[in-house]
């Protein structure tokens, strides 16, 4: 097997996306805010094919928000000036992701504005796509925060579904939190992470983790707040 550097998962490139998120203070870049959980599937990747239906779970929701924004870019190409958003400022990310789906906020108000967001019943909007890796966010950065912040009295295993019983669950059907529970075993020891992140000891991990938790809290907390502006936190 040859060594594949692109396809292991880095707490770098990781970090990077994450921090290159937060456009101003109350928005997300959608290509960066991607690009994190496509780093994401490389971490779950590598843990065997026991959470292959976890890394497929974001595939499918990273893949239906870019399928959107690159219907949408053609769409905008074809007929340039009539985007319903031509008055707002063209971001440099804007020609991958279409003038529409640049950030959260362009998102949410292009989907409104196209009846595309469905309140009532589940249709597939990048809304409430978003919202679906959005709560998935809180249940990472509870168990980064805790991996950071336990003195090594509870496995990763065991604060991964501590964490997950808090947030996640709250919104997962019966079968899928059955099929969660037994996703946690794949969970490594912290010896892996260690290794994962390049330190040796608890403390050098904290330092590490934190850098993430808090790079998560601040798009978690931007994405919250657009979606939480336009009542969208319960999106079926
Ligand atoms: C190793 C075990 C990790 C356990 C992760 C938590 C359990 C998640 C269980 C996910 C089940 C997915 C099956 C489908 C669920 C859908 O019903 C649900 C709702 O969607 P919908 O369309 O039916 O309304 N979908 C979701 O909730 C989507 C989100 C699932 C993503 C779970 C996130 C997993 C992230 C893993 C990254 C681990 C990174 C550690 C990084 C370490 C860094 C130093």
Request: aromatic fraction near 8%; hydrophobic fraction near 45%; charge should be negative.
């Amino acid at each position: 097997l040859g060594f594949c550097p692109g396809q292991r998962f880095q707490v770098g490139v990781l970090l990077m996306h994450l921090q290159a998120a937060p456009l101003s203070t109350d928005d997300v870049l959608l290509e960066p805010y991607l690009a994190s959980w496509d780093e994401l599937i490389k971490f779950m990747d590598s843990l065997g094919p026991l959470v292959g239906f976890i890394s497929q779970e974001i595939e499918a929701k990273t893949s239906i928000i870019r399928d959107l924004a690159q219907k949408e870019a053609t769409a905008e190409e074809q007929v340039s000036g009539t985007s319903i958003l031509k008055d707002e400022p063209t971001h440099p990310s804007a020609g991958v992701m279409g003038r529409a789906y640049t950030s959260v906020r362009s998102m949410i108000k292009a989907e409104l504005a196209q009846g595309l967001v469905d309140f009532t019943q589940p249709q597939a909007s990048g809304c409430r796509t978003l919202l679906r890796l959005h709560r998935a966010l809180l249940w990472l950065q509870l168990f980064l925060h805790s991996l950071a912040e336990d003195g090594r009295a509870q496995s990763p295993s065991e604060l991964c579904r501590d964490a997950y019983r808090v947030t996640l669950a709250q919104h997962h059907t019966w079968w899928v939190r059955k099929a969660a529970e037994l996703a946690f075993v794949a969970m490594p020891d912290r010896a892996f992470f260690y290794r994962l992140v390049c330190v040796d000891t608890q403390e050098e991990a904290a330092v590490v983790l934190n850098h993430v938790v808090r790079a998560i809290q601040k798009v978690y907390n931007q994405t919250q707040m657009a979606l939480e502006e336009h009542g969208m936190l319960e999106l079926p």
